[in-house]
């Protein structure tokens, strides 16, 4: 049985007067936050498509894991892309992505793991299914 390591959940997000931005997990991974197209970091778009493929392809390690396919598995890419709602409110309407799947796997076992993938991602369940966004009362800065 793996020991499983639970890393912190909340992301702190910071915009300084000047526009630059940063996003820092209480993990300690960092990214800086671009506040214009131009702008070096991630857009908040970016970061969700980020998310999105980052749990795929963790999830396809841990459906071939379960389905005894792990072995033969050499590589995995994922790309996603994301298209806005053309009416309010501002959101994302879909998300289209496409799999790289490297190693001997024939067409239906490349499906079953892409499959499976897709039931493991909790990223890609919470888009499918929502989650609830609660405030709370935040501690104000002097």
Do not use: Y
Not at 20 to 32: D, E, L, W
Not at 33 to 61: I, K
């Amino acid at each position: 049985m793996p020991n499983i390591v639970a890393r912190p959940t909340t992301v702190d997000a910071t915009l300084d007067h000047a526009g630059q931005g940063s996003v820092q997990a209480r993990s300690g991974a960092a990214a800086r936050l671009a506040n214009l197209a131009s702008d070096e970091g991630f857009t908040p778009l970016e970061f969700m498509d980020a998310a999105l493929a980052g749990c795929l392809v963790l999830s396809v390690r841990i459906a071939a894991r379960k389905l005894g396919m792990l072995d033969r598995l050499v590589k995995v890419d994922v790309s996603v892309t994301h298209e806005k709602a053309a009416e309010p409110p501002s959101r994302v309407a879909s998300f289209t992505t496409a799999f790289m799947i490297e190693g001997e796997f024939s067409r239906e076992e490349r499906q079953a793991l892409i499959a499976e993938a897709h039931a493991i991602c909790t990223v890609g369940n919470t888009f499918k299914h929502g989650a609830s966004i609660s405030d709370v009362e935040p501690a104000l800065a002097g």
